[in-house]
Structure formats: structure tokens, C-alpha cells
């Protein structure tokens, strides 16, 4: 992963942007926090005779349908990324607008997940691990959305991104494509494991 790199005008010499670097550092922290999650997860499901347990199946349609929807959307951001490297604003705002759509629909089909499994936060442990799991991850899927809006919100100024600047566009993409590969992960555990 190339890291973005700024000139300083006085010296010309190009050196690390450090808010992506601090953002690789945060991301590494939410990684261990998730990491965290699985290892508990993966600690209780081989710790119990019956997993998940009874009347706490999980379908895998609408996940799978979900699924495909939020790593199709890291294609597309990077499009959008692929774009202001070209100078085109517009093909770039165009890209990040379908990743917000795409992140939204995700969103909307979890909470319809949600209202239809039929159990709850504190049913089970399965249960409890699944919502907050899967809810944690959505926290993070809504907090993407909110940056790719403000990139977008950003981008009306005339200047503001360009080929040579575009930090803020890599760093959004950055962290969508995090959030891609924890939801890969969960939805492994939760949802393919399951049914083995």
C-alpha cells in the first residue's frame, strides 16, 4: 500500500503524510479491538457442545446478498480514487457518491437482518456475540459513510482535490477498505462457519 507523500515547498524533498499514517494507526488499534472480538468468539463457539445454539440460526441470503454489495463498494471507491489521480473531480465525486449508496444499502439490509432473525442481544451468547460483532462493524460502515459524505462535501470547492492533492480521498479509501476486510472475516464466522 503506497503511503501518500507531500512536497514541502521550501525544500522540495517529499516526505510521509502523517495523518495517514496516524490513520493506519488507528486502524491497527480497531483491528486489535476486533481481533479481540474473534478470539473470544472463536473461544466460546470451540467451548460449546452446540453452536450457535438451538433457534439461533443464521440465514445466509440476505448476509451473502450484503456481502457482496460492501466488497463490490472497495472496487468502486478505488475507482473513484483511480479518477483525481486524473484530475477528474467529477468522475471521483461520482465514484465516492455510489460508495455512499452502496454503504447505506449495506446498513438498510443489516437492520432489516436485525428486525427479522427472531432473537436478540441478550437471548444467547451466540446471539450476544453476533449483534456485537455485527454491530460494531456497522458502527464503523456508518462512520465510513459519514467520511466519503465529507469528501464529497469537500470536493464542491474548486481546488480542493486534485491530482496532487488528495490525501483526504486516499484516506477515506483507506479506511473503506477496512472495513471490507473485517466484514470478509466476520461474515466468515458468523455466517459460512456457522452452518459447518
Given at each position: 500500500?503506497?503511503?501518500?507523500?507531500?512536497?514541502?515547498?521550501?525544500?522540495?524533498?517529499e516526505?510521509?503524510?502523517?495523518?495517514?499514517?496516524?490513520?493506519?494507526?488507528?486502524?491497527i488499534s480497531?483491528?486489535?479491538m476486533?481481533g479481540?472480538?474473534?478470539?473470544?468468539?472463536?473461544?466460546?463457539r470451540?467451548?460449546?457442545?452446540?453452536w450457535p445454539?438451538?433457534?439461533?440460526?443464521?440465514?445466509?441470503?440476505?448476509?451473502?446478498?450484503?456481502t457482496?454489495?460492501?466488497?463490490s463498494?472497495?472496487?468502486?471507491?478505488?475507482?473513484?480514487?483511480?479518477?483525481?489521480?486524473?484530475?477528474?473531480?467529477?468522475g471521483?465525486?461520482?465514484?465516492?457518491?455510489?460508495?455512499?449508496?452502496?454503504?447505506?444499502?449495506?446498513?438498510?439490509?443489516?437492520?432489516?437482518?436485525?428486525?427479522?432473525?427472531?432473537?436478540?442481544?441478550?437471548?444467547?451468547?451466540?446471539?450476544?456475540?453476533?449483534?456485537?460483532?455485527?454491530?460494531?462493524?456497522?458502527?464503523h460502515?456508518?462512520?465510513?459513510?459519514?467520511?466519503?459524505?465529507?469528501?464529497?462535501?469537500?470536493?464542491?470547492?474548486?481546488?480542493?482535490?486534485?491530482?496532487?492533492?488528495?490525501?483526504?480521498?486516499?484516506?477515506?479509501?483507506?479506511?473503506?477498505?477496512?472495513?471490507?476486510?473485517?466484514?470478509?472475516?466476520?461474515?466468515?464466522?458468523?455466517y459460512?462457519?456457522?452452518k459447518?
Amino acid at each position: 500500500m503506497a503511503i501518500a507523500t507531500e512536497k514541502s515547498p521550501a525544500h522540495h524533498e517529499e516526505h510521509a503524510d502523517l495523518r495517514v499514517l496516524g490513520l493506519i494507526t488507528f486502524l491497527i488499534s480497531e483491528s486489535l479491538m476486533f481481533g479481540g472480538f474473534f478470539a473470544t468468539y472463536l473461544f466460546y463457539r470451540g467451548t460449546t457442545q452446540t453452536w450457535p445454539p438451538e433457534g439461533t440460526e443464521v440465514e445466509l441470503l440476505l448476509p451473502t446478498i450484503n456481502t457482496i454489495i460492501l466488497v463490490s463498494s472497495s472496487f468502486v471507491i478505488h475507482f473513484g480514487d483511480s479518477a483525481i489521480k486524473k484530475n477528474d473531480v467529477q468522475g471521483m465525486r461520482k465514484w465516492y457518491k455510489i460508495t455512499a449508496i452502496m454503504g447505506v444499502i449495506f446498513l438498510l439490509g443489516q437492520v432489516y437482518e436485525y428486525l427479522t432473525l427472531g432473537y436478540g442481544l441478550s437471548t444467547n451468547l451466540f446471539s450476544n456475540c453476533f449483534y456485537l460483532m455485527t454491530g460494531f462493524h456497522g458502527l464503523h460502515v456508518f462512520i465510513g459513510v459519514l467520511l466519503i459524505l465529507g469528501v464529497l462535501w469537500r470536493s464542491r470547492r474548486p481546488g480542493h482535490y486534485n491530482e496532487h492533492k488528495h490525501t483526504g480521498i486516499e484516506m477515506a479509501e483507506i479506511y473503506w477498505h477496512f472495513v471490507d476486510i473485517i466484514w470478509i472475516i466476520l461474515f466468515t464466522l458468523l455466517y459460512i462457519l456457522t452452518k459447518f
